[in-house]
């Protein structure tokens, strides 16, 4: 088994760490060659494709996704389904951004999206629903971790706009 890296969380005014993860076709996406694209970055992290508040946070990322471009933002979600069940989420929920897979929870921990958590009164370890906004030098702006699905995006696009 691979030493994994012990979860930390991120902070605003860190350098979030580089990753390159497949996507939801199979082709390799690396954070630094979208951030110099020029865009800013969010990057949020979800326990599971298909599930009824995955779905949700989804959906509200991709009906709000031309709000999110206009303002000069990327969207990638990243969870740890592999690329044949993105694929079928993605198109099944028609979402308009990139899905990644990290099976392994690597980049899950190095951002801080994977630990301790309570589920029916008992703790486990599991991914942490989180986002992560970062600045187009990589930079983080801002960083949420634990949140819940329903309002989610709403909430982002206040933090965002008072970025702005």
Not at 8 to 18: I, K, M, S
Not at 23 to 30: A, M, R, S, Y
Not at 64 to 87: C, H, M, P, Q, W
Not at 142 to 164: K, P
Request: glycine letters at 8%; one cysteine or more; charged letters at 25%.
């Amino acid at each position: 088994m691979t030493d994994l890296p012990e979860p930390h969380t991120l902070q605003v005014g860190e350098q979030a760490p580089d990753f390159t993860l497949p996507d939801e076709q199979g082709n390799n996406v690396h954070l630094y060659d979208v951030l110099a694209q020029g865009n800013r970055v969010i990057v949020y992290f979800y326990p599971q494709a298909m599930t009824p508040g995955c779905t949700r946070e989804a959906c509200d990322f991709s009906s709000n996704i031309n709000k999110f471009t206009e303002t000069g933002y990327t969207v990638l979600g990243i969870s740890r389904d592999n690329i044949d069940k993105l694929a079928r989420f993605k198109q099944a929920e028609h979402l308009h951004f990139s899905l990644l897979s990290d099976p392994d929870t690597t980049v899950h921990r190095q951002w801080g999206a994977w630990g301790e958590k309570k589920l029916y009164g008992r703790i486990h370890e599991g991914v942490l629903r989180s986002t992560v906004v970062l600045d187009t030098d990589g930079t983080v702006l801002l960083a949420r971790y634990n949140v819940r699905a329903r309002g989610h995006v709403d909430m982002l696009m206040r933090l965002i706009s008072e970025l702005q």
